[in-house]
């Protein structure tokens, strides 16, 4: 499913500031597989997430997800295939707080070439699947921290990619809300989500089924 | 999707940034109110202007004696009518009456009754008053100015004026000019023609000068030239020529203006790129969310364009409406004076609603074009950047 190979990331390149922030990294993640990115703060696993998710372009080395080469993507491209193919899930929610869990899902349908009830099909499909579509009408702003992290999958799920990326999932979280998110997680794993994890909670270790690789100054400890 | 949710979000983004978008709202509305009541002023000024002046003859031929004007002789007029392109030839009688407790002038006018039906000129002074009750009477129509001056003197119902021979000529007041005449008509006074030979003291064979009408402008340098050959001791004073200095004097204000204005539009231009320059972290953060959920560049700045574009539309909206009302309901206090000044007497132009599409145009895009950049270009370099260093 996901195919990288030999990838480095270089901050900026050229000048005596220049950080090496990924050194040839090789990673395949199957299809439906669980993969947690283990490392601690600065080494390197958001910089691998973003690179991934096209947010960001590798120094070299390329990165294939499904059949399509990411790596060097046009802004428009990109673009489309965040929206088409991949789900984020961050640390902080990131949620706009002022409008409703229903309205933070549609965001990424916007601008989706889909018809008005297509769109409707798929959030509800998002909200039920993040167990938060009973408050659908509420302001983010109100929620818990546990139901902001819900909306979030739900909004990374409301356009049903093949691929979930999470940054710190859990940082936010306490351990009971963790719990119940890696429950979730593990319930799209077995709906054929692949799912990469970048986080330095031990609670992933202890799941069933998950790869852990661990990510250490910006390369894979072997 | 249908569009409501983009317009939800869009006004969910103009109410996150309120404090902002109010600021920037203010000072846009105050440049576009300056800017438009300007050039709405101008226009005005400009349209009543050189519509009084179409009403001019194209030529007026005044008679000089040792390099001063003298009356003309009004037998010149029937040499004047044979040139050929000339369509009509006429007298006009006019001098400027020394009011000494004001330490004003008059600008007394001798009219023929007959030749106000025929004269655009003296058509727009008397439209509308009663020409027969003041031929009747036998009495003046005054401008407005004139008017104020005679009544902080009492002379309400009359006033006695002072013929060359030492003897005083009463003439009572039959009407004011209406208001829209201001700008020909401000120190006028209006008399028939015979009252207005004897004050002046212009004998009956003469005129104050001899206008003479010429409609095709392809004969106008033509007539011109044979005006000089027949009287060498003549001044020839064209309506272009009229036109040309109207104009300078205008483009001059304006020219002045709009100096100014630059600078502030420039001072406007720093003032928003410095706003949009320091995007704080919730809108970066906000642009970093949408780049991650599957937005493209563009569809992100078409969003914050559409967001500011409705800030900027509403301050131009209200900068429109605000200026209008000032122009032309409270008659542009203070801007007026810096256009009309005064000479003689101090004139109350009623200024009247005329707009040029032209002109919001040119407003609009002297006040969008930099707006938009000044918002766009912060944005922009935002939407490149990163996202995941703006969401931590």
Sequence with gaps: MIRLEHVCKTFHEGTPEA???LRDISLHVAASEMVILKGISGSGKSTLLSIIGALSKPSSGSVIVGNQSVAKLSDLHASHYRRDTLGFIFQSFNLFEELSVEDNVALPLIHAPITHDEAATRINAALERAHIAHKRKVRAALLSGGEKQRCAIARALASDPKVLLCDEPTANLDSQNARAFCDNLLELRALGKTIIVATHDPIFETLEGVRVVPIVSGRIDS | MPAK???????????????????VFLLSTLIVFVLLSFMLTAQSLHHTLFSALEQQPDFIVQKVRGGRSVDTPT????????????????????????YEPNETHFTLIGIDPFEAQSSKFLETLVAGLDLKCFIAEDGMLIGEGVKAVLDHHHFFDYYVFRAPDRSKIEVPIMGTLPREAAVLGNDAVLLSAERARTILGIAHDHATDIALFVPNPLERDTVRDKLIMAHFDTRIIAKSELEKLYERLYNYKGALFLSLFTAVLLSFMMILYARYQGLHGSERREIAILRAVGWSIKEVLSLKLLENALVAFGAFALGFVLSYMYVFFLQAPLLREVFMGFEN????????????GATLITV????FTPFMAAVLIPVWRAAITEPLEAMR
Aim: net charge positive; glycine share 4%.
């Design chain 2, 75 to 98: 037998a010149w007029m029937e040499e004047f009518a044979r040139i050929h392109g000339v369509e009509r030839v006429a007298p006009r009688l006019f001098g400027r009456y020394f």
């Design chain 1, 19 to 21: 950080f090496e922030a």
């Design chain 2, 5 to 23: 949710r983009l317009i939800d979000l869009l006004f969910l983004l103009l109410y996150r940034h309120r404090r902002k978008h109010m600021g």
């Design chain 2, 364 to 367: 609009a895009l002297l006040y």
């Design chain 2, 345 to 356: 007497l101090r004139v109350h132009l009623w200024l009247q609603p005329h707009l040029e």
